[in-house]
């Protein structure tokens, strides 16, 4: 029962470097999102998508891009990473209108 | 724009006592309301929700009920055990064609023996 899993779990980049935050869910879900979580500011939607094929930018897009090439995968890419993405990023998907979402367990990510 | 307001944190409670978490929204239409739950190193999971004006969510104890007059989801419980320590989100959701949920900043509770 995976449900929706993140990896990796930590990474530390220096500035400049690029790297991809990988996320899959096994639930045939449509849609997914990805967020990034800092102290004092909740959880803010960097990208999301409506189906495969489909993506758009959400609040902090960015710095970040995305792809939505299967239903299963939505992977979240940092270009040249700056100091300012460090941050616990969450992907998140859920089934068509319910509201819930299902979490990953999160990436932890620090530019140095 | 749409927009959650929750109190700050954090709150410190003892075992046993009253909680009660602070929700204010901002939002056109009749969004959906949630409330989430983060425990220490894992992913948000959904505690309760509510879809229309008066719903009461309620689980595990918790309950939140929304107002629409007064634009609020407050979280109340009226036993907290120390199990309940965690950072809890409200959220709403912004309507069927983005599905996009915006999240209220967190408040950490606290519940000491």
């Known amino acids: 029962n995976a449900g929706v899993t993140q990896t990796p779990k930590f990474q530390v980049l220096k500035t400049g470097q690029s790297m991809t935050l990988q996320c899959a869910q096994d639930?045939?879900?449509?849609?997914m999102s990805w967020y990034r979580q800092d102290p004092g500011m909740g959880l803010r939607l960097i990208h999301y998508?409506?189906?495969?094929?489909?993506?758009d930018q959400g609040e902090v897009p960015n710095g970040y891009n995305v792809s939505r090439s299967t239903t299963e995968d939505f992977p979240l890419r940092l270009l040249s990473a700056a100091p300012s993405q460090t941050s616990v990023y969450f992907c998140?998907?859920?089934?068509?209108?319910?509201?819930?979402?299902?979490f990953g367990e999160g990436s932890r990510l620090t530019v140095l | 724009g749409n927009s959650v307001t929750q109190m700050e944190g954090p709150v410190t409670l003892s075992e046993e006592a009253f909680l009660t978490i602070n929700c204010t929204y901002t939002?056109?239409?009749?969004?959906?309301l949630f409330w989430y739950v983060q425990y220490p190193g894992e992913g948000l999971q959904l505690l309760l929700k509510?879809?229309?004006?008066?719903d009461k969510g309620s689980n595990k104890g918790f309950e939140a009920t929304y107002r629409k007059e007064t634009t609020s989801f407050h979280l109340e419980k009226g036993s907290v055990q120390v199990s309940d320590s965690a950072v809890y989100f409200c959220?709403?959701?912004?309507?069927?064609?983005?599905?996009?949920?915006?999240f209220g900043q967190g408040t950490t509770l606290q519940v000491k023996p």
């Open positions: 998508s409506v189906g495969a094929g489909i993506t």
């Open positions: 939002a056109t239409g009749y969004p959906s």
């Open positions: 998140a998907s859920r089934q068509g209108n319910t509201g819930e979402l299902f």
């Open positions: 639930m045939n879900h449509e849609y």
């Open positions: 509510a879809t229309k004006a008066d």
């Open positions: 959220a709403l959701s912004e309507g069927s064609n983005t599905g996009k949920l915006i």
